[in-house]
């Protein structure tokens, strides 16, 4: 082969970008929504709460629940009764949005129509809906709203619809306020998280906090054998950090500390602040090891410490708001968003393909019917217009005929979605979509990051060096 031939030979990947996929299964895959090469990244950052750290949601979001329920009675002296509520460990999803005027919570499309809505565990019928949310544009950073956009969220979602719930069964507090009762809420989960009773639980009991993804140290690993250089940049504090990463980035028997994975550490980070606000950092001094370990900071005083900015730097982490939009749109680093729940999703998604399939069926099935209708229709008119004595009867036994098949059909459709909306979640279907829109979570998770994957180790099913090169998008004109 000559070289002007071996030049004119493009990157196989660029040229396959799906090649590799074929052999990894859905719920491991990556997904791009603006391309990315892995080739010209310098720096790959860590967010580490739900993003290095995959917590036991079952565990310690019943814990926070019930802590903070507890601090309600004992601190704001809510009904004792209410102690004996138990936490839904379904009902919360991010993206969600509560309404603290009318003690409602809200799933929204990407439009900000409100497209569910709880009283609560009582769902609001479409008319009250309309009544309450259509009249003008949902302002959603007015204090009326509170979103949960990060994990850490989801029982408080819980806790205050089952208080809503239970309060009002047994006779409303004279003088409390939904909005009131949602701050109390709000006071008693930052309570827990705060004082050591959350913490003082974890401690004794971490094998139950974590799930442990026996991936992790190699996909780190990997990444710098390929000559990306790490850090860690999280909210929590060293001492947390420490315990934490000692646990989930267990080595096996090679022994290496989780620390001698990183080239910088960076804790108390206070993203989103970290990324538009200039607070100093203060060096740690850490007896363990040498690795630069800072508190605090801002992003200009990481990005001169590294040498690297921009779309050098790859930055990992779960939370919309503190880890991807603030990074990407100040200071253009790339980003990977890790939603864990994708794993589901994408698990109802395959299950639910045969549903899927008949749905379609079914529709295509209407199309027909409706249009046999139409011409139906049509004929009648026409005889009756020239006063044809025509088969009267007999049109209208068609047409009912064919009517009464639309309506079963669409029975039919009706109840095989409510069948897969549920097996998502009972309470508000798909995390990403809601009545075939993106929801605002989906929308955001689209908008914000460049890839998203449920988890950080996916990486390791991908070749290192990958060009991660989105789909293409058509307008719907030009489907
Ligand atoms: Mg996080």
């Given at each position: 082969m000559s070289d002007t031939t071996r030049e004119s030979v493009p990157d196989r990947e660029a040229v396959h970008?799906?090649?590799y996929e074929q052999f990894i299964e859905k719920q491991h895959r990556i997904f791009v929504n603006r391309n990315l090469r892995m080739r010209s990244i310098r720096w790959v950052g860590f967010d580490m709460d739900h993003t290095l750290a995959l917590y036991n949601r079952n565990f310690i979001e019943a814990l926070a629940f019930d802590l903070s329920l507890q601090a309600l009675v004992r601190?704001?002296?809510?009904?004792?009764?209410?102690?004996g509520i138990r936490y839904d460990p379904d009902f919360g999803i991010r993206g969600l949005v509560v309404d603290k005027e009318e003690g409602n919570i809200l799933k929204m499309d990407r439009f900000h129509y409100v497209a569910v809505a709880y009283h609560g565990f009582r769902v609001l019928d479409k008319e009250t809906r309309k009544g309450l949310y259509t009249s003008e544009p949902m302002q959603l950073s007015s204090p009326r709203f509170w979103s949960s956009d990060t994990l850490f969220g989801l029982p408080e979602i819980a806790l205050y619809a089952s208080v809503v719930e239970a309060l009002e069964e047994m006779g409303w507090p004279p003088g409390l306020t939904y909005r009131q009762a949602f701050t109390d809420i709000r006071t008693c989960v930052d309570l827990v998280h705060k004082d050591d009773s959350l913490k003082s639980i974890f401690r004794e009991r971490r094998g139950e906090c974590f799930l442990s993804d026996p991936r992790l140290v190699a996909t780190l690993d990997r990444f710098r054998t390929e000559g990306q250089r790490l850090f860690l940049l999280t909210n929590s504090d060293y001492e947390y950090t420490d315990w934490v990463l000692s646990w989930v980035m267990n080595d096996g028997e090679r022994g290496r500390p989780w620390w001698s994975f990183f080239d910088l550490i960076v804790t108390d980070s206070h993203k989103p602040g970290f990324f538009h606000e200039g607070i100093p950092w203060k060096r740690l001094a850490i007896a363990?090891?040498?690795?630069?370990s800072f508190s605090g900071g801002n992003v200009r005083l990481l990005e001169d410490h590294i040498g690297a900015r921009g779309d050098e730097i790859l930055y990992i982490g779960d939370h919309i708001f503190g880890d991807i939009l603030r990074s990407k749109k100040s200071r253009g680093w790339r980003t990977v968003m890790v939603v864990e729940e994708l794993e589901h999703e994408i698990r109802v998604g395959l299950a639910t393909e045969e549903q899927r399939a008949v749905i379609d069926q079914l529709e295509m099935a209407n199309s027909d019917l409706l249009a046999r209708v139409a011409r139906l229709r049509r004929r009648q008119e026409r005889a009756a217009a020239v006063g044809a004595p025509g088969p009267g009867d007999a049109f209208s036994a068609e047409e009912k005929e064919l009517e009464s098949r639309l309506t079963r059909n669409l029975l039919r459709i009706n109840e095989l979605e409510e069948e897969i909306r549920r097996r998502y979640n009972p309470w508000w279907g798909s995390l990403c979509k809601v009545d075939g829109e993106l929801s605002r979570f989906g929308d955001q998770m689209r908008d914000f990051a460049c890839l998203y994957t449920a988890r950080v180790s996916n990486f390791l099913y991908y070749p290192p060096k990958r060009y991660f090169l989105s789909p293409v998008e058509f307008l719907p004109h030009e489907i």
């Open positions: 970008p799906h090649f601190e704001k002296d809510y009904p004792r009764e209410l102690l363990d090891h040498e690795v630069p």
